[in-house]
C-alpha cells in the first residue's frame, strides 16, 4: 500500500556533497517517522538518520555534523544531505517509511502500521 523511490546517489569525490530524495506515495492515514539506512558490502545495514513526530530527529554517531534529515511542506517526502562526504560513507542508502493505515473490517476500522522499503541508491565516495 505504500511505494517508497530513493533519488539522489552517485559518485562524489571526498568532501563532497550530495542529496537524497525519498518519495512516499499511496494510500496511508499519516506518516509516522521516515529515516534513512545503509549497507556498505560486507557490512550489516545500519540506521544513518531518523525523522519522527514532532520533528524529532536521530543520527549515527559517525555521521553527526556532516548530514541532516528533513521533511518537505507535504510532509511525503524525505531528504538527507550529506555534506563532507567519506569514503567510508560509500554505501546503498535505503529510504524507510513507517505509516499508519486504517483497514476497514465491517462496521470497524483498525488501525495499523507498517514500515516499507526503498529498493536503495548507490553512493559512492572515491577520487
Known amino acids: 500500500q505504500v511505494h517508497v523511490v530513493e533519488s539522489g546517489g552517485g559518485l562524489v569525490q571526498p568532501g563532497g556533497s550530495l542529496r537524497l530524495s525519498c518519495v512516499a506515495s499511496?494510500?496511508?492515514?499519516?506518516?509516522?517517522?521516515m529515516g534513512w539506512h545503509r549497507q556498505a558490502p560486507g557490512k550489516q545495514r545500519e540506521l544513518v538518520a531518523e525523522?519522527?513526530?514532532?520533528?524529532?530527529?536521530k543520527y549515527a554517531d559517525s555521521v553527526k555534523g556532516r548530514f541532516t534529515i528533513s521533511r518537505d511542506g507535504a510532509r511525503n517526502t524525505v531528504y538527507l544531505q550529506m555534506n563532507s562526504l567519506k569514503p567510508e560513507d560509500t554505501a546503498v542508502y535505503f529510504c524507510?517509511?513507517?505509516?499508519?493505515?486504517?483497514?476497514?473490517?465491517?462496521?470497524?476500522?483498525?488501525?495499523?502500521?507498517?514500515?516499507?522499503w526503498g529498493q536503495g541508491t548507490q553512493v559512492t565516495v572515491s577520487s
Open positions: 524507510n517509511v513507517g505509516v499508519t493505515v486504517e483497514v476497514a473490517f465491517g462496521r470497524n476500522k483498525v488501525p495499523q502500521d507498517f514500515a516499507s
Open positions: 525523522l519522527k513526530s514532532g520533528a524529532t530527529t
Open positions: 499511496g494510500k496511508f492515514a499519516s506518516i509516522n517517522f
